[in-house]
């Protein structure tokens, strides 16, 4: 068990920037998620945690202590890999073992640990076939628990259900989940997967280009996005951003876009710059109040429908439940729920509060 603390982390390769001036303190206990795109940094920060790289400037702790210079068997890391890594020529059981094996502890107690791992990951009738006589999900629970035997102080997890198919990938995310709060050990998670941020993480770090973006629970980050670019990265469709322009109307604030006003709070403050706004498929409400749009694409998914809608100058996509019949080209009303509008400065594109 162990706090994780990183304090202005930096890694160049040449003179490419991986990582930079990265900071960020997780909990003892606590599920952290990295999320990204692909080339953000976040493996290479997941290996420098472990050891694996060595940083250019900052510091790594554990437990408050500095480990820059120690091993990765030092730091009592362990991690789970894309590839699960197991050793081809060796049993279920003997994969599991191993780091036990390697520190020569008893051959019983090796026994009896490796039991106890195999009933908690469900692999007892496996422990003696070699991993290709496994399936992806069952080779990446040999690879947790070879990771959870050695009882290490942080988990490092660096995409591990990419190689999965997505029904299984739901499965053993709940299965990993279950398992840390079995375990309640501190995890680092890596993934470019937002839905597997979200219904994994205690906080999740959104990372973009090598820097942290912003640093939350699941909630903060999908109902208070930092900016823009975390705002289009987490959700699912992307949120609706338009770059209207404020205006005085009949004595109230209205947001122009396009051939729609959109009537504000009194309450609301203007700044002196342009902002956009933004709103989530959800609070896009299609019924009998509101402006008139019409249907552009209709996309069924099993509980939901998301139905995109056009008008003179913009387009929004709504969620609706179940199934819609409505079709391409009718005329609906469409609302917008005020509370759930975010703004952005177009500039920055930094979040503000406007009211």
């Known amino acids: 068990m162990a706090t994780l603390e990183l304090l202005n982390v930096k890694k160049q390769f ?22 990204g795109p692909s080339g953000c940094g976040k493996t290479t920060l997941l290996n420098i945690i472990a050891g694996l790289e060595e940083m250019t400037s900052g510091e790594v702790r554990m437990n408050q202590r500095v480990v820059n ?34 520190r020569k502890r008893p051959r019983q107690e090796i026994m009896e640990r490796v039991a106890q791992v195999a009933r908690m990951l469900e692999l007892e009738q496996l422990l003696d076939r ?16 070879r990771a959870v035997i050695r009882q290490p102080d942080i988990f490092l997890f660096d995409e ?4 999965l198919d997505a029904a299984l990938r739901i499965k053993t995310r ?3 989940k279950l398992l840390h709060q079995k375990l309640g050990v501190t995890s680092i998670f890596v993934t470019h997967d937002q839905e597997e941020a979200l219904s994994l993480s205690d906080k999740i770090a959104v990372m973009r280009q090598g820097h942290l973006e912003q640093f939350g629970t699941p909630e903060e980050i999908y109902s208070k996005p930092a900016s823009k670019y975390v705002a289009r990265f987490i959700g699912s469709p992307q949120m609706d951003i338009f770059e209207g322009q404020f205006e005085y109307s009949n004595n109230r604030y209205v947001y122009r876009i396009g051939s729609i006003a959109l009537v504000l709070p009194h309450s609301i403050t203007i700044p002196n710059k342009p902002i956009d706004m933004g709103i989530r498929s959800e609070f896009v409400k ?11 694409l209709v996309q069924p998914v099993g509980p939901f429908t998301y139905i995109t809608v056009y008008w003179e100058g913009g387009s929004a996509t709504a969620r609706v439940n179940g199934i819609s019949h409505l079709k391409p080209g009718e005329v609906v009303q469409v609302e917008f729920a005020s509370e759930a509008l975010l703004f952005f400065d177009r500039e920055s594109e930094k979040r503000i509060d406007l009211w």
């Open 14 to 35: 040449g003179s490419v920037t991986a990582v930079e001036n990265f900071s960020l303190f997780v909990n003892d206990g606590e599920f952290v998620t990295l999320l």
């Open 130 to 145: 070699l991993p290709r006589e496994l399936s992806g999900g069952q080779q990446q629970r040999v690879a947790i628990g």
């Open 174 to 176: 709940g299965e990993v």
């Open 69 to 102: 210079h120690l091993s990765p068997f030092e730091r009592n890391v362990a991690m789970v890999f894309q590839n699960y890594a197991l050793y081809p020529h060796m049993t279920v059981a003997e994969n599991i073992g191993f780091s036990l094996k390697l």
């Open 286 to 296: 299609i019924g009998e109040t509101g402006f008139p749009a019409t249907v552009h």
């Open 160 to 163: 591990p259900f990419s190689n």
